[in-house]
């Protein structure tokens, strides 16, 4: 368990690394190693992620310090700061379906290269790649995702890096967690090897190299809906 995750991340990273970082919105994503990332300053970094958070929260954060050179992510519409460095030049972005991406990221992790789908076939999305026919039917080639390092957020770690997750918080995290080379996953519990029945284990420990205690912070809320409760009769 490591007690710094700046200095961690300093160690790993170098300047135009590949990150993939878990999460969905806000749920569920690695805040703590997030702004590790920002601590360490290493720039022209490519990120993959669902999302790329809000303006300063998740993600947002490396927006902002200007670490990012380009994203490869199926929806970046609550980050203004985003749209403004797309628009200005600043920002590659390779935009990829939800169901794709995640399984890209699984693809990655299974040692799988190249898969073909008929999501996104003759739209901008599959334009220049590989198409084949499959039973009379058009699907395009998306390519495996292997990150120079993942940065996932679990609910329960044992000391051999086993991982279990908490509801949704769930989301692009397990996938996330084989797609790198490197893993460091954040939790916020850690327990004893073997006190995590095998059962429950989501993410085995073969694919995390570290993990690092998350410190309790109030967990943000990218968009809070509320109704009235009904009067009681």
Same mark, same amino acid.
């Given at each position: ?11 790993? &990273? ?18 703590? &190693? ?8 290493? @720039?022209? &970094? ?6 790329? %958070?809000?303006? %300063? @929260? ?49 693809? %990655?992790?299974? %040692? ?5 789908? @008929?999501? #996104? ?7 220049? @790649? ?63 090897? #073997? ?39």
């Amino acid at each position: 368990m490591h007690t710094d995750s700046a200095q961690l991340l300093g160690r790993l &990273l170098t300047d135009g690394a590949t990150i993939a970082v878990g999460g969905f919105g806000l749920s569920g994503i690695p805040t703590g &190693l997030i702004e590790a990332v920002r601590e360490t300053g290493i @720039k022209n &970094l490519t990120i993959v992620s669902n999302n790329m %958070g809000v303006d %300063g @929260k998740g993600l947002g954060v490396l927006i902002e310090s200007g670490q990012v050179g380009r994203v490869i992510a199926s929806y970046v519409g609550e980050n203004r700061l985003f749209a403004e460095q797309y628009l200005a030049g600043n920002l590659q972005v390779e935009f990829t379906p939800q169901g794709t991406l995640a399984e890209r990221l699984r693809a %990655g992790g299974a %040692g799988i290269p190249a898969f073909y789908t @008929k999501t #996104g076939v003759g739209t901008m999305i599959a334009e220049g @790649k590989p198409h084949a026919e499959f039973n009379g039917e058009t699907y395009v080639q998306e390519r495996g995702i292997v990150a120079d390092i993942a940065l996932v957020r679990a609910h329960i770690a044992d000391t051999e890096g086993n991982l279990t997750y908490r509801y949704t918080a769930r989301n692009f995290n397990p996938v996330v967690a084989t797609a790198g080379r490197v893993t460091v996953a954040e939790v916020e519990q850690i327990v004893q090897a #073997g006190e995590i029945h095998p059962d429950h284990v989501v993410t085995p420990a073969v694919y995390v190299q570290h993990i690092v205690q998350a410190r309790e912070r109030i967990k943000d809320i990218e968009q809070l809906m509320v109704r009235p409760r009904p009067a009681l009769v």
